[in-house]
């Protein structure tokens, strides 16, 4: 069984920071991509941003300069260092990995139960 754990949400006021956390837990072999994606309440889940094996990372065009996404492949855990927090990022954020199980087993996608981020203005 594997379980992805998230931590570090919370209520901060606008120009704050936060650092998400998710760490994998169980039988793993290996973690491909890990992503971050969010949902504002009456709005799709959205992609904020990604990192791949071999270190290179992506993000969405709302949080470039100020969301810092990074991981410990050691630890099996992927970090979110948000910084200059807006309103517009309050969501629910969903950690997510592609890992497999065992050397032979294929490639699954891997959520987090969510956490809750509120940014006050």
């Known amino acids: 069984q594997v379980q992805l754990v998230e931590s570090g949400g919370g209520l901060v006021q606008a120009g704050g920071s936060l650092r998400l956390s998710c760490a994998a837990s169980g039988s793993i072999s290996s973690i491909s991509n890990m992503v971050w994606y969010r949902q504002a309440p009456g709005k799709q889940r959205e992609l904020v941003a990604g990192?791949?094996?071999?270190?290179?990372?992506s993000y969405a065009d709302s949080v470039k300069g100020r969301f810092t996404i990074s991981r410990d492949n050691v630890k099996n855990t992927m970090y979110l260092q948000m910084n200059s927090l807006k309103p517009e990022d309050t969501a629910v954020y969903y950690c997510?990995?592609?890992?497999?199980?065992?050397?032979?087993?294929?490639?699954?996608?891997?959520w987090g139960q969510g956490t809750q981020v509120t940014v006050s203005s």
């Open positions: 997510n990995f592609l890992l497999r199980r065992t050397y032979y087993s294929d490639y699954g996608n891997y």
């Open positions: 990192i791949t094996s071999a270190g290179s990372t």
